[in-house]
Structure formats: C-alpha cells, structure tokens
C-alpha cells in the first residue's frame, strides 16, 4: 500500500511543497492522455487509496469525488489531444501533459515525485519512482484523478462515436475496438501515429470538436 514516505523524505530533504504525478491513457489508440498532480496534506492517511489500476471503477469513482472535495488536497489536471499526441509522439505530449498539471496548481511546488522515469520537460527537482503509484499517496492520488477524468472523457467521447463503443475499453486496443476501426475506420479522436490506426482503412468524414490541450482544476 503506498505512504507518505517518499512525501517525508522530500521535506527532510528540503523541500516545502510536494506534488505527486501521473497520467492515464499512454497506450490506448484513441483519445487524449491526460495527467494529474496533486499535494497532500503533510498528515493525509488512507486506507484504501492505492494505484488506480489496483481499485475497480466504484472505488476510483468515489475516491475521486472525496480527493476533488477536499479544501486541504490541491490538484489539476492537463491533457494532450490526438493532435499533440500525433504532431510530438505520446512520450512528449504525456510529459506536456503532466507540466500542464503542475502549472495549473494553485501552488507552486519544489519538489515532484513522478511515477516511473524522470521527466526531462519538469523543470522542478523531482524524485522518480519505480511503481510510485503504489508506493507514494501523491502520485496514487493524481493516478486516480486523471484515470477518472480521462474515463469521463471517453464517455463523451462514446456520445458522438458510439459505433467504436469507447464506453467499454476506454479507446483501448481490444479486439472489439480493432474490429470496429476495420469497420469504419478512424475517427477524429483515433491516433493516427499509432501503427493500428494508421494501417487501417482511409478515415471517413465526421462532425468533432477537438479536445484542446488544456489544464483544469475543476471536477470533470
């Protein structure tokens, strides 16, 4: 289960404020990725908060609700569209993302714990961890906002292209998801750098408005 010991060592190193960093949504083949920071108080504690990919949707839903409500929690999210995601490749338009979502912070913090590999665009020190969504509280808590906010997306997503079904794989390479890409080729929010998508059939003409790239810190 994560704690707050990397939070901790952070402060006994230094540091004053700590956010935490994650995205949702590097491999599907259609949608944005987004990505969340968030900071905890020094005190938080939780018994169920863990990786998001480690909660069913019921618990990451009301954990989001309860990480969004709180006035002691600070949090925003920053997203890549298809068209970043196309013009810089999703390595770049995730790191865009995440420095999108500490911008967006009402605070600004000195130190980041990232989820995985450091990132080159973070200009703040930052401390990378193996798994850190399931060792940090930070970075559990951003994977859990842009998890849900990136899912919420989809469902929007699914009400203009309900023939791909997003609502169920979330853009996500299942067979049912290439099945309908065979079927009616791509649609505007499909990565058209991703090798499923560029091999399939010539897109068809749809009616979209683009998902800018953008930061927020309001509930989705």
Known sequence: MPSL???????????????????????PLAGPVVAAAAILPRDFRHKVLNDSKQLTPEQRDELYAELTARSDIHWAVGVSDVEVIDAYNILRATW??????????????????????????????????????AKSFSIAAASV????????????????FPQYNFAQHKGYATPGHLAALEKYGPSPVHRKSFAPVRQSVEPIQFEFVTLASSAVGQPL
């Not at 010991?5 to 006994?12: F, L, P, V």
């Not at 999108?100 to 401390?127: E, F, H, S, Y």
């Not at 842009?146 to 997306?153: E, G, I, L, Q, S």
Request: charged content about 30%; hydrophobic content about 45%; aromatic content about 2%.
């Open 96 to 133: 865009r993302a995440m420095v999108l979502a500490l911008d967006a912070l009402p605070m600004k913090p000195d130190c980041v714990l990232v989820d995985g590999l450091r990132v080159p665009a973070i200009r703040i020190r930052q401390n990378a961890i193996v798994r850190g969504d």
């Open 145 to 160: 906002i842009a998890k849900v906010t990136r899912d919420r997306m989809m469902l929007r997503v699914h009400e203009q």
């Open 5 to 27: 010991r990397y939070e901790k060592r952070a402060y006994n190193d230094g540091a004053t404020i700590v956010s935490g960093v994650d995205e949702a949504g590097r491999g």
